[in-house]
């Protein structure tokens, strides 16, 4: 892995897992349809001036640090390892990757979502972002997504780069029941849904020191 790369992980606070390396990640195809960012991203001003995550808005969410005190998310540990490919398989090196998601309790971190302790989990972040390195990859550490009200779970995804602009999609769970009544999995096609599908896989023995419960690995196909 190369050192600049390895200083990110550990500057974000992550633990470098047993599994992050280029060479274990599938190629794909089908490249990841674009969509809105939702009514619940939240905007960098208000990010800023958030008094629930003021200092800590990095590539683990599942970690909060708030007036001197670290809190942990409620939820299973989820280990997210992006690498992010053009049509050609070509590395976009150095991609700005931002995610975003509810909670345990179906909360957001937004300005329109009301953080009254007892409706959100302060310990959960809600939003990361990280950049990527030379082999395109990028590592998050969040939780097993919920399903929201009138949603299956799933986790929303921003890439912003030079070379294209900013591509906003989702991830979902691949075979979660919930995907059938999902009004936006049901426009995708089936390469599409392929495409934004995560496989989740049980943490691996020797990642057992890094706390994560599940690992996925997604190779994301920009559209163009």
Not at 83 to 105: F, H, K, P, S, Y
Not at 121 to 140: K, N, S
Not at 144 to 150: A, E, T, W
Not at 195 to 206: D, E, I, K, T, W
Request: hydrophobic residues 40%; glycine residues 10%.
């Amino acid at each position: 892995m190369p050192a600049p790369r390895r200083r990110l992980l550990l500057a974000a606070g992550l633990a470098l897992p047993a599994w992050l390396g280029a060479a274990t990640i599938a190629t794909p195809r089908r490249v990841i349809a674009p969509m809105t960012e939702g009514p619940f991203y939240p905007a960098a001003g208000w990010r800023a001036r958030n008094p629930v995550n003021t200092e800590d808005w990095d590539a683990d969410l599942t970690r909060v640090r708030h007036g001197g005190q670290v809190l942990q998310a409620r939820g299973e540990t989820l280990g997210l390892q992006l690498r992010v490919i053009d049509r050609e398989g070509r590395v976009i090196d150095g991609c700005e990757v931002e995610i975003w998601q509810c909670d345990t309790l179906r909360a957001y971190r937004h300005p329109s979502v009301a953080a009254e302790p007892g409706r959100y989990d302060p310990g959960f972040q809600g939003f990361g972002a990280a950049r990527g390195g030379r082999d395109g990859e990028v590592a998050f550490r969040t939780i097993r997504p919920v399903p929201y009200p009138g949603r299956t779970p799933h986790i929303h995804v921003k890439l912003r780069h030079a070379s294209f602009g900013d591509v906003t999609s989702q991830l979902f769970v691949d075979g979660d029941a919930g995907n059938a009544r999902d009004f936006l999995w049901r426009q995708l096609d089936p390469d599409e849904r392929e495409a934004l599908a995560m496989r989740l896989q049980p943490a691996a023995a020797a990642a057992a020191g890094s706390e994560l419960r599940w690992q996925v690995q997604q190779t994301l196909v920009l559209p163009a």
